[in-house]
Nanobody, 126 residues
Framework: QVQLVESGGGLVQAGGSLRLSCAAS????????MGWFRQAPGKEREFVAT????????YYAESMKGRFTISRDSAKNTVYLQMNSLKPEDTAVYYC???????????????????WGQGTQVTVSS
C-alpha cells in the first residue's frame, strides 16, 4: 500500500507558476499509474494529468495542455506537477492519486484511483 503526501500549493498571481510535489512511501511509484486531479468548491473532482507506470507516457486535460507538465523522479519516488501561466479558474485543491489500472480510459477517471493524498490548496488571484 502506498501513502501519498502533496506539497507546493499556495497563493500566486495570474500568470505565475507553481510546482506541486507528491511524495510516495510504502511502495515504489513505478507500481502505479499516477494522476493529478483538482476539486474546486461545489464541483466534482476534475482530471488534470496522468503519467504511466513507465514514467514516460503522459496525458493532460485539454485546458491544461501547454501549461502544465507532469513528471516523475523515480530516485525520489515523487511525482510533480509544474503549473505555468496560471489562471484564476485554476484555483482548487489539487490531489495526487495512484491507480492500479493501466490505460488512458481508466486514468482520467478518479473512481479508478485507490490511493489519494490529502490535497494541497492552489489559489490564483486576478
Amino acid at each position: 500500500q502506498v501513502q501519498l503526501v502533496e506539497s507546493g500549493g499556495g497563493l500566486v498571481q495570474a500568470g505565475g507558476s507553481l510546482r506541486l510535489s507528491c511524495a510516495a512511501s510504502g511502495r515504489t511509484l513505478s507500481s502505479y499509474a499516477m494522476g493529478w486531479f483538482r476539486q474546486a468548491p461545489g464541483k466534482e473532482r476534475e482530471f488534470v494529468a496522468t503519467i504511466k507506470r513507465s514514467g514516460i507516457g503522459t496525458y493532460y486535460a485539454e485546458s491544461m495542455k501547454g501549461r502544465f507538465t507532469i513528471s516523475r523522479d523515480s530516485a525520489k519516488n515523487t511525482v510533480y506537477l509544474q503549473m505555468n501561466s496560471l489562471k484564476p479558474e485554476d484555483t482548487a485543491v489539487y490531489y495526487c492519486g495512484a491507480s492500479n489500472y493501466a490505460g488512458l480510459g481508466y486514468a482520467v477517471n478518479a473512481a479508478n484511483y485507490g490511493y489519494w493524498g490529502q490535497g494541497t490548496q492552489v489559489t490564483v488571484s486576478s
